[in-house]
């Protein structure tokens, strides 16, 4: 079993509405001291063998979970024990 | 400087939608081998000061971020070089 993270965030300089969403009611809440705010994505894959699997993700990740006009992303690959 | 991040997941046993069309995306798209498909949520904090921050990120995650009762929170707490 091979479980993998991959993590998606957007460029910056991209507006990220519902961060400032969040950052505005950090403030309404009377946190003091937020700068900034941003949301990703957080995407765990389970693959049942690792063949060709940086090959794979690399390609999911670009053809289906992130759009690369707008984000980046990155990936740790975790040999995991077979349950 | 302080960089906060908080990765937030759905607790085992809880439905992911979002999680299952992407699996019926990737066997559609021909991907073999993929057993399990979970989406959560990447939220990066910028603060500017490291006053009581754990205190401050443990409480913000409790009563703003994450839904306790369907979700896990963890987060990692950087000191980054000041800009």
Redesign the interface.
């Known amino acids: 079993?091979i479980n993998v993270n991959v993590?998606?965030?957007l460029k910056e300089g991209v507006l990220d509405p519902e961060?400032k969403a969040?950052e505005g009611?950090?403030h309404n809440?009377g946190?003091e001291?937020?700068?900034?705010?941003?949301?990703?994505?957080?995407?765990?894959?389970?693959?049942?063998?690792s063949?060709r699997i940086e090959e794979?993700v690399e390609e999911?990740c670009r053809?289906?979970?992130a759009n690369p006009v707008i984000e980046n992303y990155t990936y740790t690959i975790e040999d995991g024990v077979a349950k």
Chains 1, 2 share one sequence.
């Open positions: 079993m993590h998606i965030t961060g969040i009611s950090l809440l946190y001291g937020i700068e900034d705010v941003r949301v990703g994505k957080l995407i765990n894959l389970t693959f049942d063998n063949d794979k999911i053809k289906l979970l």
